[in-house]
């Protein structure tokens, strides 16, 4: 039975990708080549190389049966899927930054927030009773309060040195994230072992 499996492109994809080819699986895939459609035929394995928003649309789809994603676009999207196990790379924090030494909270005040994480923002804030305004922004986050269009920033930070180059900082970390591995539910259902074998080959080769 072919098992079809959606990698983002990237360095969450190029990190993934090195990881399935040290298990033994994924040596067909070729990065810097335009095709996005991989063949295994010794496995029976199809890899498809995808944005890393799209991942979890096509799994929750069943276009693919399995695939890695951030586990801050799974939040983002609260797909009807399954989470099957929480690698060790990607890892990185979802914060809430500002201009330095201007941390703005108040119950009184409807703060502006600008990011791609709407509705995990939306969710983070409400459960802190504070009062928001989404601006949803697609890149270059960092300018948004430095050019007074945003209170506030919800973004991915890794190393903080972002920030600091633009003279933000981090006022609250949200939450904790990395990479997950995900399947469709229908897939999990009639495809378990064959998903089960390539989650183990995985986890052996993800060691911190």
Sequence with gaps: MSLTIAIPKGRLGTQAIEMLKSAGVGESIDEKSRKLVFKD????????LLKNSDVITYVENGIADMGISGKDMIMENSADIYERYKMNIGRCKMSVAGIKGKRVFND???IKVATKFPE???????????KIKIIKLNGSIELAPILGLSDVIVDIVETGNTLKANGLEVFEDMYNISAMIISNKISYKFKRKEIKEIIELIRKEDTE
């Design 41 to 48: 035929e010794n496995r029976n394995l199809n890899f498809i």
């Design 120 to 130: 995990t923002a939306k969710k983070y804030f409400n459960g802190k009773g504070q």
């Design 108 to 110: 009184d005040t409807i």
